[in-house]
């Protein structure tokens, strides 16, 4: 790549426009990983389990059981010294419940309707297992202004990204683990908005390089056993996975039909790229999963549904990991970015002071 195709990437990246329409939510949530059946229509065989409670004995609690234990609610269930069984005991209805207060359901501790429509959808393929941190970076109780409790979580241990500052990192999209009705240059443009808006909230900035084995952030589309022992299972099943920092690796099921355009997109059963992608990226930050079922960070996502845009819980989350980027303020969410309506681009101020260091680097290094 040239010298100026670069720059003008990164001016894009850093300073493009984004779609400010985000809203205040409420806010607590985590993350693992196993190896599920090769799939995606088993988890919807879960419906003849439909109000299932403690004492119930229905063929598939077994199966549900080693789903519960993939994502963190039933640790042991599925391994070789304790077989699953098909019994609803007083082990499984603590496990609903963990599942149903993580997911913000109704906690009844029963598989009523909610809840398996829940555990029926797609979903990313990190565990809810993460470690929530119960004070804002005020320093006071993480709440939002009316007073809901954040949910944001993180992986064990709070890993995050660290180097001199300014924090830049590269990303790449694989040129072989692709989907071929996307085109390369429709894919990269995806991820250039999904950086770009973690980018907007916290100082850190991302550099798109042809290098892939290079690069901090690896992206690519695979099916089934792709060589980091956690396979996917096919349609509307696992919808993608990524590692914590520093790993750097982000991995999307090649098996969905992903769409970047719901209103041109026929298939019914079709996934917004451009929201798993971004739910994503938040791991390779470092976040886990969010509660608060606006948040990106939230664990599933139904078919056709975009969810893409930062919410508060988000937004706070990473900013806990990384700071604010200066000026950058959450009251910002509530203003329409009027330029965005015109189509012109919008120059950040707060993202000043790390544009010229990149471009530093950039023109060092070339």
């Not at 907007?200 to 589309?221: H, K, L, N, Q, S």
Request: with cysteine; aromatic share 8%; net charge negative.
């Amino acid at each position: 790549m040239s010298r100026a195709p670069r720059i003008v990437s990164v001016l894009f990246l850093l300073l493009g426009p984004l779609p400010v329409s985000l809203v205040h939510v409420t806010a607590d949530g985590p993350v693992t990983a196993t190896v599920h059946r090769q799939d995606g229509t088993a988890w919807r065989s879960f419906k003849q389990l439909l109000d299932a409670r403690r004492g119930s004995h229905v063929e598939g609690l077994g199966e549900l059981k080693r789903y519960l234990a993939r994502f963190g609610y039933m640790p042991g269930a599925g391994a070789e010294h304790e077989p699953t069984t098909d019994a609803f005991d007083a082990h499984m209805e603590a496990a609903v419940r963990r599942y149903q207060s993580m997911l913000s359901l109704p906690v009844t501790g029963q598989l009523d309707s909610t809840t398996l429509d829940r555990i029926m959808a797609p979903r990313c393929g990190v565990g809810d297992g993460g470690h929530a941190v119960p004070v804002s970076l005020s320093g006071s109780a993480a709440a939002s202004p009316d007073g809901a409790v954040s949910r944001f979580t993180f992986f064990k241990g709070e890993p995050r990204w660290t180097q001199p500052d300014p924090l830049v990192l590269t990303y790449a999209i694989s040129p072989t683990a692709t989907v071929d009705y996307l085109p390369a240059g429709t894919v990269r443009a995806v991820f250039r908005r999904a950086f770009a808006r973690w980018a907007r909230v916290i100082p850190v900035g991302f550099v798109e390089t042809e290098d892939y084995e290079a690069a901090d952030i690896r992206v690519g589309f695979y099916v089934g056993s792709h060589g980091d022992g956690i396979p996917f299972d096919g349609p509307l099943g696992v919808l993608g996975h990524a590692f914590s920092p520093k790993n750097g690796r982000l991995h999307l099921d090649a098996a969905e039909r992903w769409a970047v355009d719901m209103d041109t997109e026929t298939v019914h059963s079709a996934v917004d790229l451009e929201s798993v992608a971004t739910h994503e990226i938040g791991h390779v930050l470092g976040l886990g999963h969010s509660s608060s079922p606006k948040a990106v960070m939230y664990p599933s996502l139904s078919p056709r549904e975009k969810k893409a845009e930062l919410t508060v819980d988000d937004i706070e989350g990473v900013q806990w990991l990384y700071g604010s980027n200066p000026g950058f303020s959450l009251s910002s969410l509530y203003q329409q970015d009027s330029s965005m309506a015109s189509g012109g681009s919008s120059w950040l101020p707060a993202s000043a002071r790390l544009v010229c260091a990149v471009l530093v680097m950039l023109v060092t290094h070339l």
